[in-house]
DNA sequence: TGGAATTACTTTAGTCCTGAACTAGTTCAG
DNA sequence: CTGAACTAGTTCAGGACTAAAGTAATTCCA
């Protein structure tokens, strides 16, 4: 059985993000909002403070000052004094920044999926599960 | 049968790529590389033109231009015209070059394979199939 | 209790990156 | 054989991004 060839699967799936990225781009633009914006919409409701969201976009603490600030002028996200700690502030969506980021997923689904259409359900399946493991902790 | 959720797919391989960038980033520092110039490095034997560099890495040409200018300076690669056409720049890695690329190509395996070493091999296998079915094009 | 250490977020200042315009060389139609 | 259209690569100005320093609130412990 051969062994894998490490740095090619990393660079094929660099490719493949890549790919999408460049697909959905224009689109996204569209809406008015950045990659990088949607990418903090999306996280929102699991991450309401901007701390977590740097740490789970692995994106540097002033850049998600800057997008936030971008979005609450968009009227996209809201925020607010958390009660329990006030040092923190509480993001969360608007009703248009939960439209828009539902537009936005879509439209990025669509190009993803466009390729994920390339396999089989279960192996869809196959993949979220390995990639899970693989992401875990 | 449940559907797939296709955006979240989206950002657990979106997280996967961020974690193992996280890595591997100090040791690629501490060769004197940038990510982005291992990448264009990897591809030289295969793309030895900087247009075809840009394409295939999702670079916009005037980063290529930069990095090739970086690599050349530190002796990693050797650029001279193409007899053929007599526009382009013919890239090729130097033996310097070519080392540090192992190198670094290896310290992405180690990182990327703790987390690939998660799969079964034939997993691993599997993975790699589903992930050149969807990149090609 | 109070001030040293820590945590959350922002501001600033300077670097890095890239879109637009450009130069060099080639191809090809007339 | 020439000049119009094309392709390869570079330059440069200006904007995007982030490292470092700063501010504000909290926690810890002597």
């Keep these: 059985m051969s062994k894998i060839d490490v740095p ?69 996200v809201k925020r607010e004094i958390d009660k329990a700690d006030l040092r923190r502030h509480r993001i969360t969506l608007t009703p248009t920044g939960r439209k828009v980021m539902t537009k936005g997923l879509g439209l990025l689904a669509d190009a993803f999926g466009k390729r994920l259409g390339r396999l089989t359900p279960a192996q869809q399946a196959s993949l979220m599960h390995m990639l899970e493991t693989m992401v875990a902790d």
């Design 8 to 76: 090619k699967l990393w660079a094929t799936k660099y490719r493949l993000l890549g790919q999408v990225f460049a697909d959905v781009h224009p689109a996204i633009a569209d809406l008015g909002l950045e990659m990088k914006e949607l990418l903090l919409l999306s996280e929102v409701d699991e991450h309401p403070y901007p701390a977590e969201l740097a740490d789970v976009t692995f994106m540097p603490k002033p850049s998600v000052t800057l997008y936030l600030k971008n979005l609450e002028a968009a009227g996209h």
